[in-house]
Protein backbone atom coordinates (compact mmCIF):
# COMPACT_ATOMS: atom_id res chain seq x y z
CA UNK A 1 0.00 0.00 0.00
CA UNK A 2 2.89 2.40 0.42
CA UNK A 3 6.70 2.23 1.30
CA UNK A 4 6.04 1.47 5.15
CA UNK A 5 4.35 -1.83 4.47
CA UNK A 6 5.81 -4.48 5.90
CA UNK A 7 5.68 -8.03 4.81
CA UNK A 8 4.77 -10.93 7.31
CA UNK A 9 5.21 -14.77 7.31
CA UNK A 10 2.69 -15.65 9.80
CA UNK A 11 1.85 -19.68 11.04
CA UNK A 12 -1.50 -21.12 10.16
CA UNK A 13 -3.07 -23.68 10.71
CA UNK A 14 -1.92 -25.30 7.14
CA UNK A 15 1.03 -23.56 7.42
CA UNK A 16 2.61 -20.40 6.30
CA UNK A 17 0.40 -17.46 5.84
CA UNK A 18 1.75 -14.46 4.19
CA UNK A 19 0.36 -10.96 5.18
CA UNK A 20 0.91 -7.46 4.98
CA UNK A 21 0.93 -4.82 7.67
CA UNK A 22 0.28 -1.04 7.44
CA UNK A 23 0.50 1.49 10.68
CA UNK A 24 0.10 4.82 11.04
CA UNK A 25 2.84 7.60 10.49
CA UNK A 26 1.86 9.33 13.68
CA UNK A 27 0.09 9.23 17.15
CA UNK A 28 -1.78 6.51 19.41
CA UNK A 29 -2.18 3.56 17.84
CA UNK A 30 -5.63 2.28 18.71
CA UNK A 31 -6.00 -0.91 17.88
CA UNK A 32 -5.30 -3.41 15.10
CA UNK A 33 -7.87 -4.15 12.35
CA UNK A 34 -7.95 -7.35 10.55
CA UNK A 35 -9.37 -6.96 7.09
CA UNK A 36 -10.53 -10.42 4.85
CA UNK A 37 -10.19 -10.85 1.36
CA UNK A 38 -12.70 -12.42 -1.29
CA UNK A 39 -12.95 -16.03 -2.45
CA UNK A 40 -9.65 -17.57 -2.75
CA UNK A 41 -11.54 -19.41 -6.03
CA UNK A 42 -12.10 -16.30 -8.16
CA UNK A 43 -8.93 -14.02 -7.84
CA UNK A 44 -9.43 -12.70 -4.14
CA UNK A 45 -6.17 -11.64 -2.32
CA UNK A 46 -5.25 -9.13 0.23
CA UNK A 47 -4.08 -6.67 -2.93
CA UNK A 48 -7.96 -6.59 -3.72
CA UNK A 49 -8.75 -2.78 -3.94
CA UNK A 50 -11.87 -2.89 -1.76
CA UNK A 51 -9.28 -4.84 1.03
CA UNK A 52 -6.75 -2.16 0.24
CA UNK A 53 -9.30 0.81 1.13
CA UNK A 54 -10.53 -1.09 3.79
CA UNK A 55 -6.93 -0.92 5.22
CA UNK A 56 -6.23 2.83 4.49
CA UNK A 57 -9.28 3.85 6.17
CA UNK A 58 -8.28 1.91 9.30
CA UNK A 59 -4.76 3.44 9.33
CA UNK A 60 -6.12 7.08 8.94
CA UNK A 61 -8.54 6.65 11.80
CA UNK A 62 -4.89 5.25 13.72
CA UNK A 63 -5.13 2.05 13.80
CA UNK A 64 -2.48 -0.74 12.75
CA UNK A 65 -4.18 -2.47 9.46
CA UNK A 66 -3.57 -6.27 8.92
CA UNK A 67 -4.26 -8.38 5.60
CA UNK A 68 -3.36 -11.58 4.30
CA UNK A 69 -3.98 -14.28 2.06
CA UNK A 70 -5.92 -16.95 2.44
CA UNK A 71 -4.58 -20.55 2.38
CA UNK A 72 -3.91 -21.58 -0.88
CA UNK A 73 -3.94 -18.02 -2.01
CA UNK A 74 -0.34 -16.28 -3.35
CA UNK A 75 2.18 -17.78 -1.17
CA UNK A 76 0.35 -18.93 2.08
CA UNK A 77 0.01 -22.72 2.02
CA UNK A 78 -2.65 -24.68 2.22
CA UNK A 79 -6.08 -25.35 0.17
CA UNK A 80 -9.32 -23.95 -0.22
CA UNK A 81 -11.68 -25.14 2.68
CA UNK A 82 -14.93 -23.14 1.87
CA UNK A 83 -14.72 -21.01 4.92
CA UNK A 84 -13.65 -23.10 7.55
CA UNK A 85 -10.07 -23.19 7.58
CA UNK A 86 -10.09 -19.63 6.50
CA UNK A 87 -11.45 -18.39 9.32
CA UNK A 88 -9.26 -20.88 11.60
CA UNK A 89 -6.55 -18.51 9.88
CA UNK A 90 -7.73 -15.24 10.17
CA UNK A 91 -8.01 -16.15 13.92
CA UNK A 92 -4.39 -18.01 13.67
CA UNK A 93 -3.50 -14.29 12.37
CA UNK A 94 -5.34 -12.18 14.98
CA UNK A 95 -3.50 -13.83 17.92
CA UNK A 96 -0.03 -13.81 16.47
CA UNK A 97 -0.33 -10.13 15.81
CA UNK A 98 -2.79 -9.16 18.83
CA UNK A 99 -2.87 -11.68 21.69
CA UNK A 100 -4.26 -9.06 23.80
CA UNK A 101 -5.39 -4.85 23.22
CA UNK A 102 -8.15 -3.49 20.82
CA UNK A 103 -8.71 -5.13 17.67
CA UNK A 104 -11.39 -4.28 14.70
CA UNK A 105 -12.34 -7.09 11.97
CA UNK A 106 -13.70 -6.21 8.43
CA UNK A 107 -13.91 -7.74 5.09
CA UNK A 108 -15.12 -7.77 1.80
CA UNK A 109 -17.61 -9.99 -0.02
CA UNK A 110 -16.21 -13.92 1.18
CA UNK A 111 -14.04 -12.15 3.81
CA UNK A 112 -16.92 -10.61 5.08
CA UNK A 113 -18.73 -14.32 5.40
CA UNK A 114 -15.29 -14.93 6.93
CA UNK A 115 -15.42 -12.73 9.37
CA UNK A 116 -18.68 -13.18 10.67
CA UNK A 117 -17.21 -16.40 11.79
CA UNK A 118 -14.35 -15.06 13.50
CA UNK A 119 -16.51 -12.97 15.77
CA UNK A 120 -18.66 -15.89 16.96
CA UNK A 121 -15.16 -17.58 17.54
CA UNK A 122 -14.01 -14.77 19.26
CA UNK A 123 -17.49 -14.36 21.59
CA UNK A 124 -18.12 -11.97 24.39
CA UNK A 125 -14.76 -12.80 25.62
CA UNK A 126 -13.10 -10.16 22.93
CA UNK A 127 -15.57 -8.51 21.34
CA UNK A 128 -14.42 -6.04 18.34
CA UNK A 129 -14.31 -2.21 18.61
CA UNK A 130 -15.40 -2.20 15.40
CA UNK A 131 -16.60 -4.43 12.54
CA UNK A 132 -16.91 -3.83 8.79
CA UNK A 133 -18.77 -6.07 6.81
CA UNK A 134 -18.42 -5.19 2.82
CA UNK A 135 -21.02 -6.92 0.14
CA UNK A 136 -21.62 -9.72 2.52
CA UNK A 137 -21.62 -12.62 0.87
CA UNK A 138 -25.01 -13.74 2.05
CA UNK A 139 -26.56 -15.65 -0.69
CA UNK A 140 -23.81 -17.91 -1.29
CA UNK A 141 -22.93 -19.06 2.50
CA UNK A 142 -24.20 -18.88 5.92
CA UNK A 143 -23.08 -15.52 8.03
CA UNK A 144 -23.02 -15.67 11.31
CA UNK A 145 -25.49 -13.06 13.28
CA UNK A 146 -23.53 -10.08 14.65
CA UNK A 147 -24.33 -10.05 18.65
CA UNK A 148 -26.68 -7.58 19.52
CA UNK A 149 -24.15 -5.95 21.28
CA UNK A 150 -21.60 -5.04 18.20
CA UNK A 151 -24.58 -3.93 16.57
CA UNK A 152 -23.57 -0.12 17.24
CA UNK A 153 -20.11 -0.94 15.88
CA UNK A 154 -20.76 -2.78 13.43
CA UNK A 155 -21.26 -1.22 9.43
CA UNK A 156 -22.71 -3.45 6.71
CA UNK A 157 -22.18 -1.88 3.38
CA UNK A 158 -24.01 -3.05 0.14
CA UNK A 159 -24.30 -1.86 -3.59
CA UNK A 160 -27.32 -1.57 -4.87
CA UNK A 161 -26.95 -2.85 -7.99
CA UNK A 162 -24.35 -5.92 -6.71
CA UNK A 163 -24.74 -8.66 -9.51
CA UNK A 164 -22.29 -11.13 -7.49
CA UNK A 165 -24.38 -10.85 -4.17
CA UNK A 166 -28.41 -9.30 -4.54
CA UNK A 167 -28.84 -6.75 -2.12
CA UNK A 168 -32.17 -8.60 -1.58
CA UNK A 169 -29.91 -11.82 0.13
CA UNK A 170 -28.36 -9.22 2.62
CA UNK A 171 -31.42 -8.08 3.58
CA UNK A 172 -32.88 -10.91 4.52
CA UNK A 173 -30.07 -11.69 6.86
CA UNK A 174 -29.95 -8.76 8.49
CA UNK A 175 -33.81 -8.35 9.25
CA UNK A 176 -34.16 -11.02 11.93
CA UNK A 177 -31.04 -9.21 13.55
CA UNK A 178 -32.65 -5.18 13.07
CA UNK A 179 -28.94 -4.86 11.73
CA UNK A 180 -28.86 -1.53 9.44
CA UNK A 181 -27.32 -1.57 6.10
CA UNK A 182 -25.74 1.41 4.14
CA UNK A 183 -26.43 1.17 0.77
CA UNK A 184 -24.90 2.63 -1.71
CA UNK A 185 -27.57 3.91 -4.68
CA UNK A 186 -26.03 2.61 -7.92
CA UNK A 187 -23.08 0.69 -7.04
CA UNK A 188 -22.42 -3.07 -7.88
CA UNK A 189 -19.67 -5.47 -5.80
CA UNK A 190 -16.42 -4.16 -6.29
CA UNK A 191 -17.56 -0.35 -5.68
CA UNK A 192 -15.85 0.73 -9.17
CA UNK A 193 -15.71 4.75 -9.12
CA UNK A 194 -16.83 4.55 -5.26
CA UNK A 195 -14.01 3.31 -3.30
CA UNK A 196 -13.07 7.15 -1.96
CA UNK A 197 -16.81 6.84 -1.00
CA UNK A 198 -16.55 3.67 1.09
CA UNK A 199 -13.43 4.99 2.42
CA UNK A 200 -15.22 7.63 3.36
CA UNK A 201 -18.51 5.76 5.12
CA UNK A 202 -15.94 3.25 7.39
CA UNK A 203 -13.75 6.40 8.63
CA UNK A 204 -16.99 8.16 9.42
CA UNK A 205 -18.26 5.20 11.22
CA UNK A 206 -14.93 4.45 13.35
CA UNK A 207 -14.40 7.90 14.36
CA UNK A 208 -18.32 8.32 15.60
CA UNK A 209 -18.84 4.39 16.85
CA UNK A 210 -15.98 3.14 18.01
CA UNK A 211 -14.72 4.17 21.85
Not at 47 to 61: I, S
Amino acid sequence: MNQATQTLSLQGEAGVLEALLDVPAEGVVQGTAFIAHPHPLFGGTMHNKVVQTLARAFVQCGWRAVRFNFRGVGASAGTYDEGRGEAQDMLRVLEQLAPEGPVALAGFSFGAFVTSHVVQALGEARLPQAVVLVGTAAARFEVAPMPQALHERCLVVHGEQDDTVPLASVMDWARPQSLPITVIPGVEHFFHGQLPLLKSLVIRHLKTSVA
